[in-house]
């Protein structure tokens, strides 16, 4: 659930047809006239009533429960499974009338959790922008583990007054709609989005997406400001290539983090350049929803899935002339060629970095 649409298919359409979900804001708390990618309240008020269920929810647990119903419909949840939550600020917007109680992320994910049936406690991922795609990383280590047999992951956040004004008082917020690793961008546009995947260890169809590396590994650079060096990241794709068993020629689609951002995009370039991708198709997606915090990996990956799916790379939308210091093959025009193994990544404050690897396979397993 995106701005762009409440549905996975929604959102694939309007990609393939150049929409953007970013659109002029008047207010959001004190701060007027910026450019997000917001969610009507009536589009999640409308797929909520769909489910069915009276509880009492906020507006972000209503998303998070919209995106994680068609999962535990293909496959209900077992004693042995477990449910993931990713999320960097979860309900605080709940400060402002119900005070922490309400804000608290453990109670949050525990009422989806009980309402969908789950017996396992949950898990929480919050680790800044990373959060996404980390918790589609931690499932899959329990998983090896034998930890759980089967996992749900489920990532959401909303754009509140709170994130907004914390994003401003960084003076890297842009007047426009962001332009990913573009010459001309003024930095960064957020969004609100929920997205969820299902792991597991057997498949019931030929064609699925199987986790062949991954890695997380935190520089410490800074509490905002990513590595000169692009350190993290480079270890994270590095490692998580070790754990695949590829090389950079086997990668056929890079889907950066791509904020907009001076520091964040030039960082990236340098992190891929060293690892040997700069040759290799590479986009952003924050220009079509903007950038939706914790959800903002996950989101991007089932986006990056589809495109392996359809095989079509995805333009980066905003981008016309290079703006780092490294070269990249920044995707400018939709392009139907063979995708078979697509790496995402993600960075985030404090120096966090994480990188996911993921093959298309056209066997059951």
Not at 8 to 22: C, F, L, P, R, Y
Not at 90 to 113: F, K, P, T, Y
Not at 213 to 221: H, Q, S, V
Not at 231 to 255: C, R, W
Request: glycine share 8%; hydrophobic share 40%; with cysteine.
């Amino acid at each position: 659930m995106s701005s762009l649409g409440e549905t996975k298919e929604q959102t694939w359409q309007a990609i393939q047809e150049g929409k953007s979900g970013i659109k002029k804001v008047e207010r959001l708390g004190f701060i007027e006239d910026i450019y997000a990618g917001q969610i009507a309240d009536e589009v999640i008020e409308q797929a909520w009533n769909k489910l069915g269920y009276t509880v009492l929810f906020t507006r972000l647990e209503k998303m998070l429960s919209i995106v994680l119903a068609p999962l535990v419909a293909k496959q209900k949840p077992t004693a042995n499974d477990i449910l993931v939550l990713a999320s960097t600020k979860g309900n605080i917007a709940a400060l402002e009338h119900s005070g922490v109680s309400e804000a608290d992320l453990n109670a949050m994910i525990q009422r989806i959790a009980d309402l969908f049936g789950f017996t396992t406690k949950p898990i929480i991922v919050c680790n800044a922008c990373v959060s996404g795609i980390l918790a589609v990383s931690v499932a899959k280590r329990m998983m090896q583990m034998e930890q759980c047999q089967s996992a749900y992951v489920i990532a959401g956040d909303e754009l509140t007054s709170f994130v907004v004004s914390g994003f401003n008082s960084f003076q890297a917020m842009s007047p426009e709609p962001c332009k990913p690793f573009d010459s001309a961008r003024l930095g960064v546009t957020l969004g609100e989005a929920a997205a969820g995947v299902l792991l597991t260890t057997t498949v019931d169809q030929d064609t699925h997406f199987e986790i062949i590396g991954e890695a997380a590994i935190a520089d410490a650079n800074h509490i905002s400001g990513p590595s000169r060096t692009g350190e993290g990241l480079y270890l994270s794709i590095q490692n998580a290539m070790k754990e695949a068993n590829i090389t950079t020629d086997q990668i056929d689609l890079v889907s950066a983090h791509g904020t907009a951002t001076n520091y964040n995009d030039e960082m990236e370039s340098i992190a891929f350049n060293r690892c040997g991708l700069a040759t290799v198709p590479t986009h952003s997606l924050k220009g079509y929803f903007g950038h939706t915090l914790g959800a903002a990996g996950l989101l991007e990956q089932v986006m990056v899935m589809e495109s392996m799916l359809h095989n079509t790379l995805i333009v980066s939308k905003g981008f016309e002339n290079l703006g780092v210091s490294q070269p990249l093959n920044i995707i400018t025009a939709s392009k139907q060629q063979p995708i078979t193994i697509a790496l995402k990544t993600a960075s985030g404050f404090g120096g966090s970095n994480t990188a996911l690897l993921i093959a298309k396979r056209k066997e059951r397993i």
